[in-house]
């Protein structure tokens, strides 16, 4: 699936193509392709849904004869996920932010399922996976998904209101991957591309602004960085006389978003970073 939030567009290419680009009598099994899953937000160009305002993503297992966006995810949760061994929800930093290239696991209880959903993961060969516990997203896509015994994972494909072109190509090389790792499309590559961890769960920190202003940074995205380096220098607009202020990084590790355009309100995100950690200690973050 792709246009879970109607302002994320490499997933929506990805999947228009693949619609296009797969054989149906190559496929092995059942394909189901969503490439704009919130449709009214795709329509809109826009993250929620222009009708009630509801962010798909955080809509689920949905009500029957609800609101729109909530209706849609009860049909994803009672209609075609019933249908799914496993999937992939693809998602960029939309309009607001860029991300890097990156598969997306959620941790649940059932340990089978996390397996296999890790297993995507690694078949998908993305540069970094982001984890992250699932247990406190009771209206997540991933957890509906996972509660239902499916192997699912997601992705943050570049963003910034633009096409990403490595992250379009690392997406378009992922999904092939996992059509092949699943037996239904393709043969799988013999050496797959293998993808560093990071630590979602308690390893990741935000530089945000204490006023409004625009933000000169020093660092873009997947960088490495240390505790109490300088992140960047935020000048106020309202205030021409206010010396500059320098932003710090809280803790060391991966440059994982930016802030598109160099305006930021008060409060908002400049950076975020997370630490990197072997797959083994992932694992045993996402089962703590």
Do not use: W
């Not at 729109?68 to 075609?80: D, E, G, K, M």
């Not at 995205?221 to 000048?235: H, P, T, W, Y």
Request: net charge negative; hydrophobic share 40%.
């Amino acid at each position: 699936t792709a246009g879970n939030h109607g302002d994320e567009y490499e997933g929506q290419v990805i999947l228009r193509r693949m619609i296009h680009e797969i054989n149906p009598r190559d496929v092995t099994g059942r394909i189901i392709i969503l490439p704009a899953m919130n449709y009214p937000a795709v329509l809109s160009n826009s993250r929620v849904s222009p009708l009630d305002n509801g962010n798909l993503n955080r809509s689920f297992p949905g009500v029957e004869n609800g609101q729109p966006t909530s209706a849609i995810a009860h049909f994803v949760s009672n209609q075609l996920l019933p249908m799914c061994d496993a999937g992939i929800d693809l998602h960029s930093g939309g309009t607001a932010c860029d991300i890097l290239p990156s598969a997306f696991l959620c941790g649940c209880k059932d340990k089978d399922v996390l397996q296999r959903s890790l297993g995507l993961c690694d078949a998908f060969g993305a540069p970094y996976t982001f984890v992250v516990r699932g247990d406190d997203a009771a209206t997540g896509y991933d957890p509906a998904a996972q509660s239902q015994g499916i192997a699912f994972m997601s992705t943050e494909l570049g963003g910034g209101g633009r096409i990403d072109i490595g992250a379009l190509k690392i997406g378009i090389t992922g999904v092939s991957n996992v059509l092949a790792y699943l037996g239904i499309v393709g043969d799988p590559e013999s050496e797959q591309p293998q993808t560093r961890y990071l630590n979602g769960v308690d390893g990741f920190s935000s530089v945000n602004a204490p006023f409004s202003g625009i933000f000169q940074p020093f660092h873009k995205l997947g960088d490495n960085v240390d505790a109490n380096q300088v992140a960047g220098i935020l000048f106020s607009i309202e205030e021409v006389d206010r010396v500059p202020l320098e932003l710090s990084f809280k803790n060391s590790g991966v440059v994982l978003a930016t802030r598109n355009g160099a305006r930021v309100r008060r409060g908002g995100h400049v950076y975020l970073v997370v630490e990197e950690v072997a797959r083994e200690k992932a694992l045993e973050l996402l089962q703590s």
